[in-house]
Structure formats: C-alpha cells, structure tokens
C-alpha cells in the first residue's frame, strides 16, 4: 500500500486554468489528465490524501470523478468544500471519500504528519519533527520548517510543477532537507 497526498485539484473550476497557468485547453482536459495519471500511478488499495477545494462541480459531477478513481480517497476540507461537507453523507461510502474531516494527524512509523487545507505558521510539536503538508496556496510561496505545500501546482517538492500527487516517500525525503522548527511551546504559554 502507498499513501498519496494533493490539493487543490479543482476539478470542473473553469477560471484555474488561467489562473494558475495549468497547462490545459479545457476543464474536461485537465478533469480527465488528474484521472489518468491518478488511475495509471495509484493502486487500488492505494490511499490518496486531497488536503482541499477537490472540486468546483455540482454533487453528481463531483460523485462521476471520485467513482472513477483508484485507491481509497480522504478529503481534509478547504474552503471551497463547503458544497461537500454541506451534502457530506453524499459523498461518503464505497468508492467515495472515506473519510472528510477538517484537519488531520497521521502517524507511519516514527514520522508524524499535521495535514490541513491552509499553511500553518506554528503547528502541534513541530518543534519536535511533526511534519505539516497543506495546499490552497497553488505554490505561491515556500514554508519555514518541515511544511510543505502539496497541491497539485505546487513546485516545491520535486523543484517543477508536475500536476501530480506526491507519495509519501517523496515527501519524507524532502523533509530530510528541511531544518525543525526551533521554538518552545513553553515560551508560549
């Protein structure tokens, strides 16, 4: 099994493309180019990630791509969710998302991970390695510490914007280069 992170697909949200010079004529070409790459490079029992704003579409064009996908599907929600957290038990179930939560911690091995849609400046023991991955920001600006964004335009992982998912272990090892946060949470309390 290998575990995914992304954000900020848009799928169906027209304006993106120019907006952040995605490399697609269409909607329908950049929808269908996030579905084959994700379907060509996730396993079925393959967990993906999406740190928010999934998706600009109405419920059922939304439900037609998380169908399509391969592996199993989590959303942490952004600010353009508020379609599906509306509608929530929509999108819940076999072949749906798994699970849609607002912010998330994850744990493999011994690396910990905060996972939220927005850039966090300090997050829960960060100071001592916790790692934080987010989006929203389309690679506009690079973090401090062991964050990164993730989403699909972001370029900081792998140094050029793929409009991919990054794998976990393409994420540990750019945080290898990354320094720990240095601060004390007991400065601040």
């Not at 790459?37 to 996730?42: A, F, G, H, R, T």
């Not at 579409?57 to 439900?63: D, I, N, R, S, Y």
């Not at 401090?144 to 792998?158: L, M, R």
Request: glycine content about 8%.
């Amino acid at each position: 099994m290998n575990t995914w992170f992304t954000s900020d697909t848009h799928y169906f949200h027209k304006n993106i493309i120019k907006f952040t010079g995605r490399p697609w004529a269409t909607v329908e070409d950049m929808n269908e180019a996030f579905i084959e790459w994700n379907n060509k490079n996730v396993a079925e029992n393959d967990v993906v990630w999406y740190l928010g704003d999934f998706s600009f579409g109405t419920v059922e064009q939304t439900l037609s791509v998380l169908k399509r996908l391969k592996g199993h599907q989590n959303l942490v929600s952004g600010n353009h969710c508020k379609g599906i957290i509306k509608k929530r038990n929509e999108f819940i179930g076999p072949g749906l998302f798994e699970s849609i939560q607002r912010e998330k911690e994850l744990r493999f091995g011994e690396h910990q991970f905060y996972l939220h849609h927005h850039p966090v400046l300090a997050w829960e023991n960060s100071h001592y390695g916790r790692m934080h991955l987010f989006g929203h920001v389309h690679g506009e600006f690079e973090m401090t510490g062991k964050s990164v964004d993730v989403g699909i335009d972001s370029p900081w992982v792998t140094g050029k914007k793929e409009f991919r998912p990054f794998h976990l272990d393409e994420l540990l090892a750019y945080m290898k280069t990354k320094p720990t946060l240095e601060y004390s949470e007991r400065k601040n309390a």
